[in-house]
């Protein structure tokens, strides 16, 4: 299903496995804003949205009862936003020196791990696409800056993932969609 609304095409996919990934586009730059997945639990009901890429967004209201306990709001958080040639990874609220921070990649173990020398923080994520396309985790393809409390952490995306992107970008830009309505797409 594809619907557009104001400067973004969204695109819903429905998968035999019972599988949902929806995902949106800025219209203007054709870049990836959000993608998220959801699967069907054991029983068969829907369940909760994981998202991929993107800020997860605000969490639904909590009852005054919920919200004696909250996350601190100067944890760091962790969202990916990719761009055009590369997965990008920014995680807020890290006040330390580029020079405190080690970021690597294990191809073993098919993820990247960020460490700090002053042990503060710690963190391991794969790459779910290149999980998805059978590739390679390379160590070559991985850099990461700081600033501003943000810690920016950069995968150039590998050729065969190039080339699946555009020409998905390709498929979608055929569909017509409508300003608020949805065109009906096949099942994958």
Known sequence: MLTTGVGKRKIHYL???G????EEYDLKTDELIVRKWRHKSALGSQGQWQVEV?????????SPEEEIIKENSSNPVFTRK???NS???RIRNLPYPKDVFSVTASSSERCIIIRTSNKKYYKKFSIPDLDRNQLPLESSSLNFSH???TLIVSYKKPKEILGLEQELLREIKKLKGTGEGDVDCKTQ
């Open 15 to 17: 998968f035999s496995d």
């Open 19 to 22: 599988k949902e990934m929806a």
């Open 147 to 149: 600033a501003n409390n």
């Open 54 to 62: 993107g800020d997860p967004g605000p969490s639904l209201q909590a």
């Open 87 to 89: 997965f990008q990874w």
């Open 82 to 84: 990719d761009t055009k």
